[in-house]
């Protein structure tokens, strides 16, 4: 063993603890924020709109666990041949699989996890819509029922998700490569509009 390999292991000890004390602090901060809005926005709507909030909240969490899949599956050879040919979003790509555990952990475990608590209160919120107008086991019965939808959506709509992530993690990437080279570019393209 070489004498530096002690150094090298504290450096990446230290930097994995900065990363988790990162996140840890960011999804306090973001869950809060969505929390809020979420129940601020709810109490202000609608029975119907509310669930569609509560749909996108649980549609989001399942976007971003296919991302978190996708990524950790994805072969980083194909975006190479993409990078050389400077085709939109290949750089990108290989910047998130070379740093496919932390894309996967903000993806999975941070935005899916937080939608999936969001999305517990928000049903909870409707289902205490509904109950106004019933009393007794009825409201009970509304709660549980909205807890098993939520939860079904939530559960089925992810294995169906990753299943679709590993056969196709390679559009996926390349997809989310693009996406986020148009907004690198969005400066550029509106200095291009305004000269």
Partial sequence: MSKSDPASSKKERNKT???????????IF???????????????????????????????????????????????????????????????????????????????????DICGVVSGSASASIAAQIIVNFSGSTGEIIMLLMSAMVAGLTVGGKAIGKTFAIGSCTKIVSGVGKVIWFFHNIPSFLKKRNS
Avoid at 17 to 27: E, P
Avoid at 103 to 110: E, F, G, L
Wanted: glycine fraction near 6%.
């Fill in 17 to 27: 603890i900065r990363w988790v004390v990162t996140i840890f602090i960011v999804t």
């Fill in 30 to 112: 973001i869950s809060g924020f969505i929390s809020f809005a979420s129940t601020e926005i709810m109490e202000a709507s609608s029975v119907l709109v509310a669930f569609i909030i509560l749909f996108v909240i649980i549609f989001i969490g399942i976007i971003f666990d296919v991302i978190g899949v996708a990524v950790t599956s994805a072969d980083e050879k194909p975006f190479h041949s993409m990078a050389a040919r400077k085709v939109p979003g290949g750089h990108e790509a290989i910047s998130l699989l070379r740093n496919a555990e932390r894309v996967s952990s903000i993806c999975n475990d941070v935005i899916g």
